[in-house]
């Protein structure tokens, strides 16, 4: 008698932990780099301030050191999400209002100067167990990604829905999509598609949800935009 066995939830399940191996070695080797980056990176900064506080506005050399402290600026924002992608989460979960969270992170999206129309239509009664201030982050996350991917007008949409003891949370854009090697590595930390990107804000959202016990997936194509789905135990 032969017997046959399913592999496919075996071979998932071992994708699934040689990725939070991987994740692992990338977080210390990250955290290692953002200490060690930091300190001297505050010096640069502090000497930088000095020299713009002394040097004339109309002098030559202050746009010199205006790029200075915008190159340092970067660093930080760089040295910040590693240590972010990096801590460990201690969340307070709590039964935590969608809408409310949601209109929250629109009000910290910065669309500069195009034409973006932002739809909070999330029902009022959606509600999961989540951390509150986390959650923001994870939407913040995704929203800016939405904002990059539009080039000067377009719409951002975010729903909610009910699926069995998962509410789902859907962020929608027009923007320029992604092929499949993009929506592939989407989460993958630093992999970014944008010139000044870190690469490590989906992988933080990722991060963030799993912690939750949920999950995030997106679907997309070129030219047709992306749709980002966080899913989260309902909150009862």
């Known amino acids: ?11 998932s399940l071992r994708t699934r932990l040689q990725h939070q191996d991987r994740l692992a070695a990338i977080g210390q080797m990250a955290a290692t780099v953002a200490h060690e980056i930091r300190n001297p990176l505050g010096g ?9 506080r002394d040097i004339d506005e109309d002098d030559p050399r202050a746009r010199l050191v205006e790029k200075v402290l915008a190159g340092t600026k ?23 209002p969608l809408r409310e ?15 973006i ?4 239509d999330v029902d009022d009664r959606a509600s999961a167990m ?19 991917s539009i080039e000067d007008q377009g719409r951002i949409r975010v729903v909610s829905a009910v699926n069995d003891g998962w509410t789902e949370l859907c962020i929608s854009d027009d923007g320029c999509g992604m092929n499949e090697r993009q929506r592939e590595q989407i989460f993958s930390p630093f992999f970014t598609t944008k010139e000044k990107g870190t690469g490590l804000g989906l992988a933080i959202a990722e991060k963030i949800v799993e912690a939750h ?24």
């Open 1 to 11: 008698m032969k017997v046959f066995q399913d592999q496919t939830e075996i071979e």
């Open 44 to 52: 640069i900064r502090g000497f930088a301030a000095l020299l713009a």
């Open 74 to 96: 970067a660093l930080e924002r760089v040295v910040t999400d590693l240590l972010e992608f990096t801590r460990p989460l201690q969340l307070r979960l709590q039964a935590t």
């Open 101 to 115: 969270t949601v209109a929250s992170a629109l009000g910290y999206v910065d669309a500069g100067a195009r034409a």
């Open 117 to 120: 129309a932002m739809e909070n």
């Open 130 to 148: 989540a951390d509150p201030d986390m959650l923001r982050q994870v939407l913040l996350n995704v929203l800016i990604n939405a904002v990059q």
């Open 213 to 236: 016990g949920g999950r995030i997936a997106v679907a997309s194509a070129p030219g047709a935009g992306s749709a980002f789905t966080i899913s989260l135990p309902r909150a009862e």
